[in-house]
Antibody, heavy 119, light 107 residues
Framework: QVQLQQWAAGLLKPSETLSLTCVVS????????WTWIRQTPGKGLEWIGE???????NYNPSLQSRVTISLDTSKSQFALRVSSVTAADTAVYYC?????????????WGQGSLVTVSS | DIQMTQSPSSLSASVGDRVTISCRAS??????LNWYQQKPGKAPKLLIY???NLQSGVPSRFSGSGFGTDFTLTISSLQPEDFATYYC??????????FGGGTKVET
């Protein structure tokens, strides 16, 4: 049973860089899309992007210029960086495992990390 | 982006009720539609994938249907643990994947 464990970023000031890590246990990295999703009261659930074992990344076009997702299989983890944060980046951030069986869906999730951006 | 619209945004129901939640896509998404349940303070949980396939371990009272632009999540007999918010998600266009705004099922 795969488990995803996140480490929280907490409070950031505008213009700082958000960094989150998700540790994966109990499963393989291959054949999955390691994904970050965020949730705000205003915009709901928003897909941020994904990385695969081959290192292929895909990002939400609305965030692409500021987002980097990376994978470190030696540490069984993947990471999210969002640069130049503003109050609009305040959200609960989730890591998730994506699978494709026809549709692409997210079958395992981290517990979520609340990130607040405030001066 | 493909817009996903859920209705209603909230509904009131009682234990034992049959509950139906709708999700409409702004254009055809075939059956690339998934459903999630979220309880307060928790991550979403996958219920249904590819419109009608029940995720392993999910009770059979949950079912999904639809194709193209119109989809439905049905709970055949609402249980106390089913009071939650439900989201649909499309993956026909994956850049980006998009979610509906949610339907809160409350007493």
């Amino acid at each position: 049973q795969v488990q995803l464990q996140q480490w929280a970023a907490g409070l950031l000031k505008p213009s700082e860089t958000l960094s989150l890590t998700c540790v994966v246990s109990g499963g393989s990295f291959s054949a999955y899309y390691w994904t970050w999703i965020r949730q705000t009261p205003g915009k709901g659930l928003e897909w941020i992007g994904e990385v695969t074992l081959s290192g292929t990344t895909n990002y939400n076009p609305s965030l692409q210029s500021r987002v980097t997702i990376s994978l470190d299989t030696s540490k069984s983890q993947f990471a999210l960086r969002v640069s130049s944060v503003t109050a609009a980046d305040t959200a609960v951030y989730y890591c998730a495992r994506g699978r494709i069986l026809g549709s692409t869906f997210f079958d395992s999730w981290g517990q979520g990390s609340l990130v607040t951006v405030s001066s | 982006d493909i817009q996903m619209t859920q209705s209603p945004s909230s509904l009131s129901a009682s234990v034992g009720d049959r509950v139906t939640i709708s999700c409409r896509a702004s254009r055809s998404i075939s059956d690339y539609l998934n459903w999630y349940q979220q309880k307060p303070g928790k991550a979403p949980k996958l219920l249904i994938y590819a419109a009608s396939n029940l995720q392993s371990g999910v009770p059979s009272r949950f079912s999904g249907s639809g194709f193209g632009t119109d989809f439905t999540l049905t709970i055949s007999s609402l249980q106390p643990e089913d009071f939650a918010t439900y989201y649909c998600q499309q993956s026909y266009s994956t850049l980006p994947v998009t979610f509906g705004g949610g339907t809160k099922v409350e007493t």
